[in-house]
């Protein structure tokens, strides 16, 4: 069921500063967002914006609500960072010390293979996703299984 085009856009910023944020914007999302605004700005109605994005009419009407309500501040996401690592810089320094040590004595090895001299020393338990991310980060092709 279509939500209608009742709602009006807010203009936070002058057509001009808009460009100058989309032109800067670092990422897509950032740009599907502010071009979603742009086309508010030029007349679009929100279902006709939000086709241009790529996006869902609901989508486009969270994104013109947050607009409103808050300028770009709003509009653009905020992930809070995610979750914390299980290990500080510290800890995550010398293991991949550990690793690449582990793995500059046993030619062609990953820290899959090193796994349970490496987890007996440290909380990290080792799954196949951290093997990866782990050996890419000393430079290293992963194990094959």
């Known amino acids: 069921m279509p939500m209608g085009d009742a709602v009006s856009v807010k203009r936070w910023l002058s057509e001009a500063e808009l460009d100058h944020q989309l032109k800067a914007a670092d990422n897509g999302k950032r740009a599907r967002r502010l071009g979603f605004i742009k086309n ?7 279902t ?9 009419e609901s989508t486009g009407y969270r994104w013109l609500h947050r607009w409103n309500d ?6 653009l996401p905020d992930y809070g960072g995610g979750r914390p690592p ?10 991949l010390e550990r690793i690449a040590s582990h793995s500059r004595s046993r030619q062609r090895q990953s820290s899959r293979s090193c796994k349970p001299s490496l987890t007996s020393s440290t909380r990290l ?11 890419s980060r000393i430079g290293r092709q992963p194990a094959k299984a």
């Open 125 to 135: 338990h080792i799954c196949p996703g951290n093997s990866k991310k782990w050996d």
């Open 40 to 46: 508010l700005y030029r007349g679009d109605s929100v």
């Open 48 to 56: 006709e914006a939000i086709v241009r994005e790529g996006r869902s």
């Open 86 to 95: 299980k290990l500080s810089e510290s800890e995550q320094e010398a293991f």
């Open 70 to 75: 808050g300028g770009l501040d709003a509009l």
